[in-house]
């Protein structure tokens, strides 16, 4: 079964808001200057234009960078999971011990898609028939239960400081 991720940002209704604030701010500005001829410095009204669209921007480069994390998180060798003896041979004929990565054929990992389905909605979609059960566990025919391997965890978890740093370097 495929496993289904959805990233839904108000970027669009927030970079209205600035984007309203910064017009209003610019006329003020500019009628500063004629009624008192107040000086503004230029690079602090650059700095302000910057802030135009700056949510959309935020949201896509965290969505790139959310999508090269979940594949990094795939292949990281770092998922405990001990087969009966000890090991498992993988389909690919290799033998793993644990800690391991979640690869084997790479049909998981080559199975992602990414639909950025607006500016600021983006669904990534893992179509792997067994992305489910890698990503939330399951029980196997034979009754023995094969762990969770949650690889997009890790990566919802970094989102918010990624999102904060990106915002700051795009303020600059």
Known sequence: MTYQLRFES???????AIGKALEALERTIKGAKK????????EEVNRLVKLRGINQRVFGLAMDWADNDF???????????KGPQGETKRKNGQRVTEPRDIVDTATLLNSKRRDNMHSSITEFEWTAPHAEGV????????????PARPWTEPT?????????TLFEEGTK
């Open 71 to 81: 594949d990094e998180q795939i292949k990281s060798v770092k998922w405990d999971w």
């Open 156 to 164: 919802i978890e970094e989102l918010d400081d990624v999102i904060k």
């Open 135 to 146: 990503h939330d566990g399951y029980t196997a025919r034979g009754g023995g239960r094969n």
């Open 10 to 16: 108000n970027a669009f209704r927030a970079d209205s």
């Open 35 to 42: 009624i008192a001829g107040a000086k503004v410095r230029e």
